[in-house]
């Protein structure tokens, strides 16, 4: 295994950075309002393009900027009522589009180090390196890249938890050489979304779990929506979910057929 490390120089002075609310995002969406309505099972299933307006991207960029912002003064700043506010936020959390809300803590304010480790393996190794490296408590982020590379963003208490992570490293037979480097200081980090108005979503459907490129088919279970992709994928999962609150599990469903 090839390795190569950088120096551990000590930590310098670091200015206190105040942390801040950061709401998570991925890929963005509204849905338009032509629906289709249409009944079927007994349920309410909506087919509709699903893309993000421009109140849904004035939403997510004020709650990017301070995700401690009520829905009152949102509504208040994008000119729409409060509940139409709360309505828009429930959906996009429930679409996966906000993944979460969370304080900005700067781990170099606190005297913790930032490195950037670049791991090459195999193709064949590369699903099982990437979730070996995300269930490390000092990985925080994870990148799969062409040319069968990982890149994993690490932060580390001290010195001492850098040589435990390596000495584990050392043992992952599946990585052939990496690279890992300490960050100085950090110039610039902004939320991972470009929010903007129109960006198409992209969802994987909660039955089959492929990505839903087209107009999606939603369901309203218990007054949730849930997003499928296809009419056959909305009757397998309209009976795998009437199955599941009866206490039924799908193996001794199988196992009754």
Known sequence: MHIRTSLWPKPPLIQTIHSRMEVQCVTFVRIFHDESYKSILGYTVYSSQMRMDNTDAKILQM?????????REIAKKTGV????????????EEQGVIRGYSADIDPLAINETISVLTVECKPKDLESVSELLSKQENVREVIVLSGSRVVARLTFEHEGRLDVFLNWLEKVEQIDSYNIDRAVRIVKKEPDAIVSEGIQVVIPCYECR????????????????????????????????????????????????
């Not at 709650?63 to 829905?71: I, K, N, V």
């Not at 009522?81 to 959906?91: C, D, E, G, I, L």
């Not at 218990?222 to 009757?235: A, F, I, T, V, W």
């Open 210 to 257: 492929k990505l839903i490129r087209e107009q999606p088919v939603r369901i309203k279970l218990d007054g949730r929506m849930h997003y499928l992709c296809c009419e056959s994928c909305l009757k397998l999962y309209k009976e795998r979910y009437e199955r599941i609150k009866k206490g039924i599990s799908p193996s001794k469903s199988k196992a009754g057929h």
């Open 81 to 92: 009522s409060t509940p139409t506010v709360s309505a828009r936020v429930k959906t996009l």
């Open 63 to 71: 709650l990017q900027s301070d995700g401690r912002l009520s829905f």
